[in-house]
């Protein structure tokens, strides 16, 4: 009997046709197409190399079609990601246009997002907290052109952690000499999440919706000379810019520990008046465009000082009994009924000895 | 029918009886005993599991003592596992867990599970983070650093809880800031030295910073626990 080859093997699998067929197709093809298939079967194991993937597009094999765009991709990232980086590094204008064609789930494609240096993170906080700063056309320059993530992130899970650590050791200090043990409240953290980001998300979402519904219908003959005037950002620089804006509630709310009543709403005003200006005045191309630019500009600043507020409402003013009401539910009532009858009692020595 | 029968025959008489390999995974950890070409000089299918067993525990020790003492940078990186931060999750999560008692003086410290999503997901967050301005290190890799420099803030929790044990003074709240601050201080200089160099300098700033607040939050749950 004589010993078949591997070939004489795979034609004789052939006959019972399905799944085993599809080896003996393909064997040639790896043959061909420059001698690196070396599994069996392996389209994956020869098309990753890119030298015969273009052999095997030609065959109209999805599988294959899927390798060869995974692979071109994966040569366009290789080839595209480092030079945006050094690029952005050089000259500061970034180069987010590049990583357009970028599939959004590999993470090259969120680069673009975290494509800053050291000193552009600190120039934009600066920028958010400092009138008058920055140019004309920062919107459109600066932060239109390479708008990040990274700032607007960290910023604000600072401000959440800063305000949750700065809350807890105000009323540690409020109540550090009532002889009451104190107890940190981790559930701080969670409520300055909560608003933090929603303020964060949301505000420049319904922001930007805004903006698109009341853009200005815009003449022919007007539209060359206010161009350079008049911008509408786009969604991810409006989130850029409002994480920035938070930035000066970080130092403020380390500040807000020191219990005078008085500085405490001085640092709120001047914080939200500060930040506030800045953001009218990095918007300012964009409200141009807008209809109802007056009522944006009211609503933006008065979020801004409503925020801040609120931070030093809930998070530095509320006495123990309103700070633990969330977590034990039977706390409240009796913390009530406490002060209540000590209000009483107080009265009615008062009363006592008024009548004596 | 014949045909099949040959089939089977000359499979069994084909001339490459022996099936010999090697099976070596990629990415496996072999601390103390790893050859310059990266296979394994012991075999784990004929030691016993004892041997097994100790090799990764003594893996473990290794990676405690260099986070303790952060000189040597490569054997943390090349070789990562994640059993020493779940041990130091775990032990963390479990003592800084609030008490769960109705009355009014029940503190609200974080619950469990806080703890332990704050260690898990900060540390993957923090290593997102460095992914995306550019590092060259695995995602699991800076996991297991972070999770591994989590050992001076646990060690500080520890020393916090025996000092807790006494009285609650001025001074004895004192020793506690200053333990806290020193693990705190110690970790993320560990971690560091670990991952300072796998960032490009003009964002070593952007990547440490994460790192810092990371450690920072930790160590303020370790301090205020009471």
Redesign the interface.
Known sequence: METPTADDLLQFRDYSGGAPAQINVNSPTHATGGGSGSGSGGAGGGGAIGGNTNAQRQRGDPLADLIYDMSTSAQTLAGGGVPNAQNASLDGSGAGGGGSKLSFLTIEYYQQFFNVDTYMVLERIANSMIPKRAAGNYLRMNIGENPDLYGPFWITVTLIFSIAISGNIASYLQQANDGYRWHYNFHLVSYAATCIFLYANILPAILWALFKYSLKPVDAAEAVETDSASYTPTLLSLMCIYGYSLAIYIPVSILWVINISLLQWLLVITAALLSGTVLIAVLTPALRNSQFSLFLIIGILSAHIVLAAGFLLYFFHSPPEVVSSGYPPAAPPAAALKTVTDAAVNAGVVAGNQTH | MD?KL??F??VN???APSLEGEMSIPGKRMTTTTSPGGVPDYNTLDEPIRETVLRDIRAVGVKFYHVLYPKEKSSLLRDWDLWGPLVLCTFMATILQ?SSS?????????EFA?VFVIVWIGAAIVTL?S????GNISFFQSVCVLGYCLTPVAISLIVCRVILLAA?TTFLFFLRFVTTTMGFAWATYASFVFLGQSQ?P?????AV??IF?FF??IS??VL???
Request: glycine share 8%.
């Open positions: 045909s040959d089939m025959e000359d008489t084909s001339p609030g109705a009355d009014s003086m029940a503190d609200n410290g974080p806080q983070n992914k995306l301005l550019g609650h490009p003009h964002r070593k700033p952007l910073y994460p607040l920072f939050i303020w749950l205020s626990h009471n």
